[in-house]
Each structure stands twice: as structure tokens, then as C-alpha cells.
């Protein structure tokens, strides 16, 4: 059997080498049609797009992203193919609530102001969770909005209009994952019409999905708000304006703590070994639980705003904290 794997995966080093006969580390670029047409096994990140381009030709069975999210990954053609696709959600749970926290303290200078505030969390999974246990430390009164959790849970914790979020809010961040159809639909769920009803002393935080705010809108609008920026519309070629616009802007690096990679290694292993029957040595994997520390997060915003250009390369060649 034979396994492609991208290369910029952390901690995977030799664990998957007694597993298959070949095992292929590769650049995201060079993961191809041609690259892994013979391959069994694909280990990706979110910047390898699986779809039918992709895959029609190949005899992959198991792909596995070391990423909370699959908008990069066809699941339908997956199913049609009969290709077992996982991802690892929750891996960077902790990472990406360190660089809200770490956002939020660069930009709210003096902490006791802190319990003044009001916080409209948008998507309260693994992330959005977390950064509700983190405003509530520092006492912020918050306004929760995930309309599927509301649906399957019930409860008067709920926020059931985002504008409520918009006009009430005085730091707004988005855990939401990229979807574009549906009830539920990500896409662009920060319009102009919801950066109309927004506070003009607001902070807005997108460490989602780059879609989930409309870009235009934002740069259109003459709105007196910060803005927050980890990802962006078109990676990795992002807008200048955009980046000129932002108070704090970094190169999609959120949720890129050295535990959060650890556990996205582990997760996407574990998977494999249930698939393939097989152990596979996950030693030194395992991560704590305790909240990570406000970290120096204008330092990734001096590394994309020297170099904007180099946006993916900044971000392979990260130093996780």
C-alpha cells in the first residue's frame, strides 16, 4: 500500500513507515492527479483540494485532513466513490481561543474594563465554547448564536437573531464552519446589512472561514469598527485593502498552537488505524487541557503585513507557539 502525505503535517515523522510499503511526503503543490493515482491513502491539509479533479483517477480509500474543517474535501463524490473522508474537529480549539483572547487583550488595553463588555459568539462549537469559558473569567456578559445547537438543544441561552448580536455586541467573533447552502448557509453571514447594525466602537473577529464575512461589504461600508482578521476570502492571495483595513491581521495561523497540531496529528491517526486495523505509534501526541496564555499576537501581524505576499509561506514555516 502507499500513502501521500503533506509534508507540512507536524509530528507525523516516520509513524506511518512499518504501515505501508511506500510513504510519499510531499508539498501541497505537488500532490496531484499524477502523484497519487497509485496511492491508497491521502493525509492533507486544507490546502489540497479533494475533488472529482483530483480523485477520478486514483484508488484512494481514506483521506484524512490534520484540519478542523472539510469545505476542502468533496464529501458527496467521497460517498459516490465509497472513500472514507475525517477530519479532526476540535484539534485547535484551545489554539484559536488563545488568539481571540490574545486579540481581545491587544485591543482592550486595560483589563478590568473587561467586565463592561458584551460578547456575541457566532457558533458555539469547540472553539465558541472555549471563548465563552474565556469571557466569562473575565466576568463579559455573552450573547450566544448557533441556530443548530438552538434547534437540537432548546434553552433561553440563545441568541436567535444574528442582528441582535450585531447591534448589541461590543467585541463580535465567528466559530463557524464554510457552508454555503442551506438554513444554516456561513457564506457571507456578515453582510452589509449586518455591518450597518454594528456598534462603530466594535471589535469583529473572523478566525473562521474567510467567506464568512463579505469582504466588499466591509470595505465599502464607511464603518468606524476594528476588524480582526485571521482568514480571509481568496487565500492565499488576500485583498491589500482588506489588510490595510484590519487593526490586527495574521496569515490564517489561529489555531496553529503546537498542541493544536499534536492533537490534529493524533486524531487523523487514530482514524486511519481504525480503518486500516492497524496500531500506529501516536507517542507524544497527547496534550493538556489547561488554557493557553495571551501570547504577543501583533508579532504575526508585523510577519504578514512585511511580507502580505508571502502569505503561505509565512504560514508553512510558522513557529507554532
Known sequence: MKCVVDKYIPFIGHRLDNIFDEVLYLEPAQITQSTIDDADVLLIRTR??????????????????ATIGTD????????????YACNAPGCNARGVAQYVESAICAKVNVLSTKDNLTIGIVGVGHVGSLVEQMAKRYGMQTLLYDPPRQRAEG???????LTDIAQQADIITFHTPLTKEGTDSTWHIADKQFFDLCRPNALIINAARGGVI???????????????IDTWEGEPYINRAMLERASIATPHIAGYSEEG???????ILEQLAAFLKCEIDLSGLQ?????????DIMADDALLRNNPQAFEQIRQNYKLR
Open 287 to 295: 496534550t493538556s487541557s489547561e488554557p493557553l496564555p495571551v501570547y
Open 214 to 228: 463579505n469582504e466588499k461589504a466591509l470595505l465599502d461600508g464607511q464603518y468606524g469598527f476594528d476588524v480582526v
Open 72 to 83: 476542502h474535501i468533496d464529501l458527496n463524490y467521497c460517498i459516490e466513490r465509497g472513500i
Open 261 to 267: 497540531k499534536r492533537n490534529a496529528t493524533r486524531m
Open 48 to 65: 489540497t483540494w479533494c475533488n472529482e479533479q483530483l480523485l477520478c483517477n486514483s484508488r484512494v480509500k481514506f483521506i484524512g485532513t
Open 155 to 161: 434553552g433561553t441561552q440563545w441568541i436567535s437573531d
